[in-house]
Nanobody, 125 residues
Framework: QPPLVESGGDLGQPGGSLRLSCAAS????????VAWFRQTPGKEREGLSC????????YDADSVKGRFTLFRDVAKNTVFLEMKNLKPEGAGEYFC??????????????????WGRGTQVTVSS
């Protein structure tokens, strides 16, 4: 089983909501910085939100601030990305990753070592 598995990607409507999950196996997410990224064709992978290990400090990119919330369920060893007020430009493949820095913006994908396989989000009416 891969160490990180994303789920929850779906077709969402503009203005609607989706919740993505990032479940870990073989290690404890609470002990790691965890980030969510979005990949769209022709664009660089974009860091959206991260949560720091041990503490609950989170950082959100300007593109999602106020609409996306990252939170951790320690008992489930899972990190969630609650996405509200979806926008069509928010469509893409969403990845969670660990092992990188989470101490401010931007959230750089090159800093993150372990990645899930992604979950697809489509936003359309």
């Amino acid at each position: 089983q891969p160490p990180l598995v994303e789920s929850g990607g779906d077709l969402g409507q503009p203005g609607g909501s989706l919740r993505l999950s990032c479940a870990a196996s073989g290690f404890t997410l609470e002990l790691n910085n965890v980030a969510w990224f979005r990949q769209t064709p022709g664009k660089e992978r974009e860091g959206l939100s991260c949560i720091a290990a041990h503490i609950k400090n989170t950082y959100d990119a300007d593109s999602v601030k106020g609409r996306f919330t990252l939170f951790r369920d320690v008992a489930k060893n899972t990190v969630f990305l609650e996405m509200k007020n979806l926008k069509p430009e928010g469509a893409g493949e969403y990845f969670c990753a660990i092992g990188g820095s989470c101490n401010g913006l931007p959230i750089r994908p090159g800093n993150y070592r372990y990645w899930g396989r992604g979950t697809q989000v489509t936003v359309s009416s």
